[in-house]
């Protein structure tokens, strides 16, 4: 029995200039300034739609000085990729940083997939630190206790199978409780790591991004990533604009906004 997934990444969000030091935890002077994209993937197949992800919305774009950086609404790519936002059964939540897990509200029918060690955190006694506070939106937080009240929040403790083929990892680092998505199609593997790597050159150079929860996480993350991926699966990063070019458009007057990951490169890059 193969799953027969398709997994595709939606583009919502692009900033320029990011500066070096935010994308490097330990930035050189021969690190440069670069762009970066925001995502949320889609998972589909004969199991259903699973959304990873929800990005964050006009009103926080607007909060965040970050209203030039949105791409219009990334619910519209999902439903142009044949899925009704409102339908939704199951959404993952890889994290709780803002732009990751917005207007929750939007999802009506969902349950939500998170790791109870990243909830644990948020409302924990280190969640006030500054390094940390700046990167989450209270209503986000308080949404997952509304939801947990009314029974939608799914809390994985490490592992978790989401459908057959389709399973969740915590991996930390990152987050306390971040976790990635291994997909299985059945004719290869796709990993997506959100803020596990957000660059493809973070792995590749082994140097984790800036905002973390632990360094020694984050490197153990790095390896559980490739563990989950084995020798022929793909790691997608979860904020690198090359996405966007490694891959084709998921469909008709998707370019620029949708790739599909289970669809062949367009060119074929090794990852170290
Ligand atoms: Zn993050």
């Known amino acids: 029995m193969t799953p027969g997934f398709r997994v595709f990444a939606i583009r919502y969000a692009h900033r320029e200039g990011v500066a070096a030091t935010e994308v490097f935890h330990h930035a050189t002077s021969a690190d440069e300034p670069r762009a970066m994209a925001y995502y949320l993937w889609l998972v589909t197949g004969p199991a259903g739609a699973?959304?990873?992800?929800?990005?964050?919305?006009?009103?926080?774009?607007?909060?965040?000085?970050?209203?030039?950086?949105?791409?219009?609404?990334?619910?519209?790519a999902v439903r142009a990729l044949g899925v009704q936002p409102e339908e939704?059964?199951?959404?993952?939540?890889?994290?709780?940083?803002?732009?990751?897990?917005?207007?929750?509200?939007?999802f009506p029918s969902a349950r939500f997939w998170l790791q109870r060690r990243e909830m644990a955190f948020w409302t924990g006694p280190g969640a006030s630190r500054p390094s940390f506070r700046r990167v989450v939106m209270s209503q986000d937080l308080t949404d997952v206790v509304e939801l947990n009240l009314a029974g939608r929040v799914r809390?994985?403790?490490?592992?978790?199978?989401?459908?057959?083929?389709?399973?969740?990892?915590?991996?930390?680092?990152?987050?306390?409780?971040?976790?990635?998505?291994?997909?299985?199609?059945?004719?290869?593997?796709?990993?997506?790591?959100?803020?596990?790597?957000?660059y493809y050159d973070n792995l590749e150079?082994?140097?984790?991004?800036?905002?973390?929860?632990?360094?020694?996480?984050?490197?153990?993350?790095?390896?559980r990533l490739r563990e989950l991926a084995g020798?022929?699966?793909?790691?997608?990063?979860?904020?690198?604009?090359?996405?966007?070019?490694?891959?084709?458009?998921?469909?008709p007057g998707l370019a620029e906004v949708a790739v599909e990951l289970t669809a062949p490169k367009i060119e074929s890059e090794e990852l170290s």
């Open 88 to 106: 939704l059964s199951d959404v993952v939540l890889t994290h709780l940083h803002f732009d990751h897990c917005g207007e929750l509200g939007r």
């Open 155 to 198: 809390w994985v403790d490490g592992d978790a199978v989401v459908a057959p083929g389709l399973s969740l990892h915590h991996v930390g680092g990152h987050t306390a409780g971040m976790q990635v998505v291994r997909v299985d199609t059945g004719s290869g593997v796709v990993v997506l790591a959100s803020d596990a790597a957000h």
């Open 231 to 251: 020798p022929a699966g793909d790691i997608v990063p979860g904020h690198d604009p090359a996405v966007m070019s490694r891959y084709p458009a998921a469909g």
């Open 205 to 223: 150079t082994d140097r984790p991004y800036s905002a973390l929860e632990s360094v020694s996480g984050a490197h153990a993350a790095f390896d």
């Open 50 to 76: 699973f959304l990873v992800d929800t990005g964050f919305g006009c009103e926080v774009a607007r909060i965040r000085d970050r209203e030039d950086c949105l791409r219009g609404d990334p619910l519209d």
